[in-house]
Nanobody, 126 residues
């Protein structure tokens, strides 16, 4: 069982930066693949970034490549999402998710992640 809690959201101007954190409680955090997803008002939740449970493999949605960076610190049971060059269209509720059976092949499939946080709001003004 894993419990996730996101933090770090807030208001930023276009071109600015924010860093989201997702703290996990429970055992064996390093056994879990981690994902970031987001949901904008009136839209479906979508995949943003992925960090594998081993090997340091990452993956990004095309619309954040080159701007966002996912990282994890297993000693702190925390995964991060560094967001640079923010755009108004990045405005959304950002969720982290975890699962110990997610692999590269299903990394963007929300249904594969068993554990979710409550989300943190990111608002980017133009």
């Amino acid at each position: 069982q894993v419990q996730l809690a996101e933090s770090g959201g807030g208001l930023a101007q276009a071109g600015g930066s924010l860093r989201l954190s997702c703290a996990a409680s429970g055992r064996d955090f390093s056994d879990y693949a981690m994902g970031w997803f987001r949901q904008a008002p009136g839209k479906e939740r979508e995949f943003v970034a992925y960090f594998s449970r081993s090997g340091g493999v990452t993956s990004y949605a095309d619309f954040v490549k080159g701007r966002f960076t996912i990282s994890r610190d297993n000693a702190k049971n925390t995964v991060y999402l560094q967001m640079n060059s923010l755009k108004p269209e990045d405005t959304a509720l950002y969720y982290c998710a975890a699962d110990n059976n997610v692999s590269w092949w299903n990394r963007a499939a929300q249904a594969r992640y068993a554990y979710w946080g409550q989300g943190t709001q990111v608002t980017v003004s133009s």
